[in-house]
């Protein structure tokens, strides 16, 4: 307790200002403890009534609000504990009986942060609903697909939207890999050495909906891999969502011209009154940061930290909390957001007036009558540059022109368009459009299969 201590060191020490948050899986895993230590006969079932009746009281007092936190107390645990004393008196002391805060803080984050991890996956999958939606609702839109930010050749919108839904997807399974190793049930581990009171790990397992207990008592104590975890997964998930966020900004600019952000996630200048800014997604792209930074700063707390139990694991809470927040707002303002894109088919349609795009296809077609592909790229290359010069697309060029750089070409040359293009790329996992309505159909599966 911090009573005697001065203000300053009070202040410093305390943490109940932040982990007050874990005051429902504090209380959740103390009710849990107090009916096992009656079940082994370690206290009475009287004793354990009494204080699983006064736990319940603590509970709804903070669920009103109108707990009396204290720095006095330091954390969430002491907390509890104080005001478990005041409303059923001493044999609130034999709450505490074979459990440390060591082993306590380990599981209140366990059970908080595999919460959390369900949560963030409905999230992702609400986007990846968002994404397919979109893909389906315009499966028959043509945009330039860029590599290095140069047009590069025609792909489906709606390809290009389920790439972000592979890359949510290969998220959510990141966040069910961390679950597993979340879902370890530490208490019982003590201080640091285990407890010497006949308790039964598993049962407390079990009534925790655990799948396991934790192998050895120094590790279960120390260990934050599982917060480690989440922060990775939430830096891989948000740098993802950054892309997207980066190429609606892009996209929605006037150079660009695909889409028009809906007012309503958009903000005017105080300046200048045509402007509609884009800020979610640019707030979006920024957040990146704090979230590789909490991973990092983890990271760090954790680096050539001693065993077990040091008070720098305190410092565990508040990076994972804004990062849980970060994530959680950033996804579903994201999936809202998507609900309400337009797209802008002629702004679209203009970047697609220069048929250059089409250049691999021109290349494909003397590859497919006898020419060896290098060859062709090279004849190409000669023929784009001379129908850049001219300021002619491909389809405005005569079949003289062509056949000044190769006697191959023939009248079928005109057949080569976009859509042929689009129609052509029908390797698995292209961008035909067999291909794309079967990747939405897929999509579908996935995201029924795992409700
Ligand atoms: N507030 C502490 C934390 O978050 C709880 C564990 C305290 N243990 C201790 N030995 N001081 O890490």
Known sequence: MLKDKNKQVRDYLASISFD?????????????????????????????D??????????EEIKQGIFPFSTEFEDIHMNIEARLFELIGSIAGKLHTARSRNDQIALDLRLFIRQRISDTINDLKDLQKSLVELAEENISIIIPGYTHLQRAQPILLSHHLLAYFEMFQRDKERFEDCLKRTNIMPLGSGAIAGVSYPIDRNYLAKSLDFNSISNNSLDAVSDRDFVIEYHAASAISIMHLSRIAEELILWSSAEFGFIQLNESFTSGSSIMPQKKNPDIAELTRSKTGRIFGNLVAILTSMKALPLAYNRD?????????????????????????????????????????????????????LTKKGMPF??????IYKLSNY??????????????????????????????????????????????????KAAINRCWIILKDEI
């Open 387 to 436: 129908a850049i010069s001219q300021a002619k697309n491909f389809n405005e060029l005569s079949l003289e022109e062509y056949n000044n750089y190769s006697a191959l070409f023939d009248g079928d040359i005109y057949d080569i368009s976009l859509k042929s293009s689009i129609a052509a790329r029908n390797s698995t996992g292209g961008t035909s459009t067999k291909q794309v």
């Open 374 to 379: 290098r060859e062709a790229h090279s004849v």
């Open 313 to 365: 694991l305190q410092e565990d809470k508040e990076g994972i909390f804004d990062t849980i927040d970060t994530l959680h707002y950033s996804l579903n303002i994201f999936t809202a957001m998507l609900k309400t894109i337009h797209i802008n088919e002629t702004g679209i349609n203009n970047a697609l007036k220069q048929d250059y795009l089409l250049a691999t296809d021109i290349a494909d077609y």
């Open 20 to 48: 007050q948050r874990l005051y429902k899986e504090d209380i959740e895993g103390s009710i849990a403890h107090v009916r096992m230590l009656s079940k082994q006969g370690i206290i009475s079932k009287e004793e354990s």
């Open 50 to 59: 009494k204080i699983v009746s006064g736990l319940n009281s603590v509970f």
